[in-house]
């Protein structure tokens, strides 16, 4: 993404097209990774408030997600192949609800 930012900022001349379609994949990146600090943060809450753990089966809750976006992703022509082993943590559940 930086790369892209800097590209743009050399180019003599971007066009309007080329300075929109970057704005997008900032903002999804941006977007992306708040979502991940804020679940790292809910994490790290979960290590001091909640002392309750229980077996979760994250390859389970992988699948469940892959299933929410394949439809959408056929249609724009992406084909997601998982192969997922069996993933079994102890945690909190609550955090992998995200």
């Known amino acids: 993404m930086i790369a892209e930012i800097d590209l743009l900022l050399t180019s003599e001349e971007p066009t309007v097209l080329e300075a929109q379609e970057t704005a997008v994949r900032l903002r999804r990146t941006l977007t992306a990774s708040e979502q991940l600090i804020e679940r ?20 389970e809750l992988t699948g469940q997600e892959i299933e929410k976006i394949r439809d959408r992703a056929i249609e724009q022509g992406v084909t997601i192949q998982d192969h997922l082993g069996d993933v079994d943590v102890l945690g909190d559940p609550s955090c992998f609800e995200n």
């Open 40 to 59: 790292l943060l809910q994490l790290t809450q979960s290590e001091f408030v909640s002392s309750e753990r229980e077996h979760v089966r994250i390859d």
